[in-house]
Structures are given as C-alpha cells and as structure tokens.
C-alpha cells in the first residue's frame, strides 16, 4: 500500500513561516509529480504548488513569493516551506504523487495548517 506520511502543519501567527513534508516510497517518489494541495472549510481543494519530476514548478498566484516547493530525491520527499503566511492560508494541506503515464493517484491524509494571532 503506498503511504505519503506529511508532517510539518501546526499554529503559526500571520507573518510566520513553516515547512511541510511529505515522504514516500522511491519507486512512486522517481516517477510522480509531487503536489501540495488545500482545502478550507467549506472551500473545494485547491492545488497549492507542484513540481515535476524534472523539478518544473508551478504555484497558485495567491502563494505567489511565498511558498516553495522543492524535492529531495535522495530522501524521497517533497517539502513546501511557506513563508509570510496569512490567515487566509489556514486549511488543511495535502500531499500528492500523480504521473498520467503510470496511472497514479496517491493522497496523504492531510495535515493542518492554522494562522491565527
């Protein structure tokens, strides 16, 4: 069974920062494109920020010079550090590994993310 364990979301107050993580098995991590996605209480998911497998980025404009994902092949595991956090970032934060060529479609199970002073 594949596992992406997250780890990293907590309380932060408006300004701060954190970094999130999300591991997984090398046979899924060299073949999937990695993705951070959101989901707010009464708002749909919402992809955050995903990097390929050639290290291509692309980010939602509202986490714009904010967030940043990045990967780390030699311990199979996708960070997102976000910085300069707002209220409005406070959902619960999901990792993800798709590839359209192998068929995959693997979720964590979330982690939440809270910005309040």
């Known amino acids: 069974q594949v596992q992406l364990v997250e780890s990293g979301g907590g309380l932060v107050q408006p300004g701060g920062s954190l970094r999130l993580s999300c591991a997984t098995s090398r046979s899924i991590f060299r073949i999937a494109d990695m993705a951070w996605h959101r989901q707010a209480p009464g708002n749909q998911r919402e992809l955050v920020a995903r990097i390929t497998t050639g290290d291509s980025t692309n980010y939602v404009d509202s986490v714009k010079g904010r967030f940043t994902i990045s990967r780390d092949n030699a311990k199979n595991t996708v960070y997102l550090q976000m910085n300069s956090l707002k209220p409005e970032d406070t959902a619960v934060y999901y990792c993800?590994?798709?590839?359209?060529?192998?068929?995959?479609?693997?979720w964590g199970r979330g982690t939440q993310v809270t910005v309040s002073s």
């Open positions: 993800n590994a798709a590839s359209t060529l192998f068929a995959l479609d693997y």
